[in-house]
């Protein structure tokens, strides 16, 4: 996958791209990340790329300009109707506030892209024409709002570079971490590793089994692999229920999902929570 930042701050992703799964795949050539500095395509000697917005208001808004020029010069680029129909592997992506929540089904969708192009916009705003005419989409990494997108492009370089095949050492460990939906929990019922299915992960231990008398549960040692099975099945539905009780509503759950839920309830209210 190539991967193209557009930013006013590139030394900002001299870290985030350095170390980890992202210098790896890099390395292995399985991903391709290229920083363009917009101010490079400003026309005045301030090399100025963000103006007063018509109407008023406070803040300054990043001008369509430099940031329309910068992504014609990336040479290749598709029509965004075509990117929009899906006709190329292609996306330009606006980093916004205002756009569609990052979650793990997007960034498996953006894993499946050849060439991803992410504008890093600023909290005051960019102005409308590029969300209209230049991207394809815009997306936000979360209900709050950033100083700029340049932490919102590095979250998605991270959570896309990771579902590549190759990039991770041990593939089949994306396929069970929170949030990831996978067909065995929509049909047969969860895997021996227990694959979240849009459930919060399930605790992990390690050794020591004792740690300042703090142990590890007895299930865990025990060798039964179908009592560690419906154990972990039971604690990451437990603990969804106490964390994020609205990824409930959009994950399949199972009759013994459902068995392991009310036995949940019966012993939160046998305990008083």
């Not at 409930?248 to 459902?258: I, M, Y």
Request: net charge negative; glycine share 10%.
């Amino acid at each position: 996958m190539k991967i193209e930042i557009l930013t006013i701050f590139p030394d900002f992703f001299r870290g985030p791209l350095d170390y980890g799964i992202i210098r790896r795949a890099r390395e292995a050539s399985l991903v391709q990340v290229k920083i363009h500095d917009m101010r490079d395509f400003t026309r005045d000697k301030h090399r100025t790329v963000d103006d007063r917005p018509f109407g008023g208001g406070e803040g300054m808004v990043l001008k369509p300009e430099p940031i329309f020029e910068c992504v014609e010069s990336l040479g290749g680029i598709a029509s965004r109707d075509a990117r929009q129909r899906g006709d190329t592997k292609q996306a330009v992506i606006l980093l916004s506030a205002q756009g569609q929540r990052l979650d793990q089904r997007l960034a498996a969708q953006l894993a499946q892209q050849e060439r991803m192009v992410l504008i890093c916009g600023r909290y005051e705003g960019v102005d409308e024409r590029v969300s209209q005419y230049l991207a394809d989409r815009e997306v936000s990494i979360g209900d709050y709002v950033l100083t700029g997108g340049e932490l919102g492009a590095a979250v998605i370089v991270d959570t896309v570079t990771r579902l590549i095949p190759g990039a991770v050492g041990n593939e089949a460990s994306t396929r069970q971490e929170s949030f990831t939906t996978h067909p065995e929990i929509a049909g047969d019922g969860p895997s021996s590793t227990c694959v979240s299915g849009g459930l919060l992960d399930y605790p992990h231990y390690t050794r020591p089994a004792d740690f300042r008398g703090m142990a590890v549960p007895d299930v865990l040692v025990n060798g039964n692999h179908e009592a560690i099975r419906r154990w972990r099945r039971k604690t990451a539905l437990e603990k969804t229920m106490r964390n994020r009780a609205d990824l409930l509503k959009q994950t399949a759950l199972n009759e013994e999902d459902r068995e392991l839920m009310e036995e949940i309830e019966i012993q939160g209210a046998e305990s008083g929570n």
